[in-house]
C-alpha cells in the first residue's frame, strides 16, 4: 500500500480531535454527536481500491443475512477456499476505510500460506448494505460472519479469527464473546486460535496517541468524549485461546507498543511476533517465512486448559 496513503490514514484522525475539543464548549446532543463521531471514525472509502486488480475466478461472492439485521440489510462476503480440501481456514475482519477490494492483497496472502478464507465486508462498507458502522454493528457483523464461517468450517480445530487494524479490536471481542459462550456451556471454545495485527489497545488510546503527536494542547479529555470505546485490552485476557499478535516495528499510524501491551495482558499460550521495517499494512509480506511459521505454530498450539510446560511459554520476536 502506497505510503501517502498511510499518510491520509493518519491525517483521518485530526478531524476527530477537532470534534473533541469542540465538544468541551459547545451544548450538542449526545446524538448528533455520536453519530458525527462514527462518520469521522468509519470513512468509508466508496467504490473500488486503486490497487485492486479483480478477484480470482476461484473466490465465491455472496451475501450474507442475519435476523437481527434491518429488511434489506446485508454483509458482502468472498469466500476463497485453498487448493487443499482438508486446510484449516480464517475468518477475516477488516479495519475502517477500505472495504474488502483494498483487503484483497492481504487475503491473496493468506490463502497462499494454504488457508482458505472467509471475508467481509460490515454493512455500509463495500456491497454491504446498511446502516452508517457503528461499534455496536461492526460486533453484530462479526458474529453473523462467525456464524457463516462455521458452516464453511465445520472442523474448530481448524478455523482461525484474524483482525487487522480496527478489525483487530472487532476479532478480540468476537474472540471474548466466543469464550465467554463456551464457559457457560461448559465446552471447548469452538477455534483454534486468533491473529491479531497492527491493532490497538482501545480507540481512546489510539485517538489519544494521535493527539499527543499532533495537537498542542494535550490536556483534552479525549477517552471520555468517545462514544465508540472499541477497549480490547480489557477483553483480550477473557478469549481463552491461543494467539498470534503481530505489528509492524515501522507503524507510523499505530505504534507497535499497543500490541506490545495487548500481548503483555494476554493469557498463554502466546506469541508475539515484531516485524522489523514493517509499517501498518506489509508485516504479512514483509515477514514472509517467520510470518507463516507463526500461524503454523499457533495451528499447533494447545488450548489454555490443555496445554503443558512447553507451549505455555510466550514467545517474542522481532
Same mark, same amino acid.
Given at each position: 500500500?502506497?505510503?501517502?496513503?498511510?499518510? @491520509?490514514?493518519?491525517?483521518?484522525?485530526?478531524?476527530?480531535?477537532?470534534?473533541?475539543?469542540?465538544?468541551?464548549?459547545?451544548?450538542?446532543?449526545?446524538?448528533?454527536?455520536?453519530?458525527?463521531?462514527?462518520?469521522?471514525?468509519?470513512?468509508?472509502?466508496?467504490?473500488?481500491?486503486?490497487?485492486?486488480?479483480?478477484?480470482?475466478? /476461484?473466490?465465491?461472492?455472496?451475501?450474507?443475512?442475519?435476523?437481527?439485521?434491518?429488511?434489506?440489510?446485508?454483509l458482502h462476503a468472498?469466500?476463497?477456499?485453498?487448493?487443499?480440501?482438508?486446510?484449516?481456514?480464517?475468518?477475516?475482519?477488516?479495519?475502517?476505510?477500505w472495504n474488502l477490494t483494498g483487503q484483497a492483497f492481504r487475503i491473496e496472502q493468506l490463502r497462499a500460506m494454504g488457508y482458505s478464507v472467509l471475508a467481509i465486508d460490515y454493512r455500509g462498507f463495500g456491497q454491504s448494505k446498511g446502516d452508517l458502522p457503528s461499534e455496536a454493528s461492526v460486533y453484530e457483523?462479526?458474529?453473523?460472519?462467525?456464524?457463516?464461517?462455521?458452516?464453511?468450517?465445520? /472442523?474448530?480445530?481448524? @478455523?482461525?479469527?484474524?483482525?487487522?487494524?480496527?478489525?483487530?479490536?472487532?476479532?478480540? /471481542?468476537?474472540?471474548?464473546?466466543?469464550?465467554?459462550q463456551a464457559k457457560k456451556d461448559h465446552i471447548a471454545v469452538p477455534v483454534r486460535g486468533l491473529v491479531i495485527e497492527s491493532t490497538f489497545t482501545s480507540l481512546g488510546d489510539a485517538v489519544a496517541q494521535v493527539a499527543e503527536s499532533n495537537l498542542p494542547v494535550k490536556w483534552l479529555p479525549v477517552r471520555w468524549l468517545l462514544s465508540q470505546k472499541f /477497549?480490547?485490552?480489557?477483553?483480550?485476557v477473557d478469549i481463552d485461546m491461543p494467539l498470534l499478535v503481530v505489528h509492524g516495528l515501522a507503524d507510523a499510524f499505530m505504534?507497535? @507498543?499497543?500490541?506490545?501491551?495487548?500481548?503483555?495482558?494476554a493469557?498463554?499460550?502466546?506469541?508475539?511476533?515484531?516485524?522489523?521495517?514493517?509499517?501498518?499494512?506489509?508485516?504479512?509480506?514483509?515477514?514472509?517465512?517467520?510470518?507463516?511459521?507463526?500461524?503454523?505454530?499457533l495451528m499447533k498450539a494447545k488450548p489454555p486448559q490443555m496445554a503443558g510446560p512447553a507451549l505455555t511459554r510466550g514467545t517474542q520476536d522481532s
Open positions: 500500500m502506497p505510503s501517502s496513503l498511510l499518510t @491520509r490514514l493518519r491525517r483521518r484522525w485530526l478531524p476527530l480531535l477537532c470534534m473533541a475539543a469542540l465538544i468541551v464548549g459547545l451544548p450538542v446532543s449526545c446524538g448528533v454527536l455520536e453519530h458525527t463521531e462514527r462518520e469521522l471514525l468509519f470513512r468509508i472509502e466508496p467504490g473500488t481500491a486503486g490497487w485492486y486488480r479483480g478477484l480470482p475466478k /476461484d473466490v465465491q461472492e455472496f451475501d450474507i443475512k442475519s435476523a437481527s439485521f434491518k429488511g434489506g440489510q446485508n468472498w469466500w476463497w477456499p485453498a487448493a487443499r480440501r482438508d486446510a484449516p481456514s480464517i475468518l477475516y475482519l477488516h479495519g475502517v476505510r457483523d462479526a458474529r453473523a460472519a462467525w456464524e457463516r464461517f462455521k458452516t464453511m468450517q465445520p /472442523d474448530a480445530s481448524k @478455523r482461525l479469527i484474524y483482525g487487522h487494524s480496527l478489525g483487530g479490536a472487532v476479532a478480540i /471481542d468476537l474472540a471474548a464473546d466466543l469464550a465467554a /477497549d480490547s485490552i480489557d477483553k483480550i505504534p507497535s @507498543r499497543f500490541s506490545q501491551q495487548l500481548f503483555n495482558a493469557s498463554e499460550p502466546k506469541r508475539l511476533l515484531l516485524v522489523p521495517g514493517g509499517t501498518h499494512n506489509n508485516s504479512m509480506s514483509l515477514g514472509g517465512t517467520q510470518y507463516r511459521q507463526a500461524l503454523e505454530g
